[in-house]
């Protein structure tokens, strides 16, 4: 995650720790994540990419969505088909699971990524939609107006 981090240019926003990732991704698993590692299944080497996503739904297909959060590629292994099997696996999953499509943000200027997506993989950018967040003291605000 530090990685993806610093990749993003934001390495101090990252507020995870070994604890909070055991507990929402383990105990009480909020979020699914796919690790591509190298080595053989009987000799697994070190993790060399991940993509994290989650369910949400959609009032208007009336079927669950996969929202993929994260997705990051050690720069040494880009290029080399990882990105595309995170996807293949992750459009095997949103199949099985009935979901009517796959979202996910990608930063304006990571241009590489949008290439990706767009030219490899068929996406198209929604540019009719703005994407709008709560942080931590957005949401204390809005609790305390449910007392």
């Known amino acids: 995650m530090q990685s993806q981090a610093t990749y993003e240019k934001a390495p101090e926003m990252v507020k995870a720790t070994p604890e909070l990732l055991r507990k929402n991704l383990f105990e009480t698993p909020y979020a699914h994540t796919l690790l591509a590692v190298t080595g053989t299944?009987?000799?697994?080497?070190?993790a060399i990419g991940m993509a994290m996503y989650f369910y949400n739904y959609s009032t208007w297909t009336g079927r669950p969505g996969l929202y993929l959060e994260d997705?990051?590629?050690?720069?040494?292994?880009?290029?080399?088909?990882?990105?595309?099997?995170?996807?293949?696996?992750?459009?095997?999953?949103?199949?099985?699971?009935?979901?009517?499509?796959?979202?996910?943000?990608?930063?304006?200027?990571?241009?590489?990524?949008?290439?990706?997506?767009?030219?490899?993989?068929?996406?198209?950018?929604?540019?009719?939609?703005?994407?709008?967040?709560?942080?931590?003291?957005?949401?204390d605000k809005l609790a305390s107006l449910a007392s």
């Open 71 to 139: 997705l990051f590629v050690d720069e040494a292994f880009r290029g080399k088909g990882v990105g595309k099997a995170f996807f293949a696996e992750l459009g095997k999953i949103a199949k099985e699971k009935n979901c009517a499509r796959m979202d996910w943000s990608v930063l304006d200027w990571n241009q590489p990524s949008r290439d990706f997506y767009e030219k490899k993989l068929g996406a198209k950018p929604m540019t009719s939609w703005i994407g709008m967040r709560l942080e931590e003291e957005g949401i």
């Open 41 to 46: 299944p009987s000799a697994p080497g070190k």
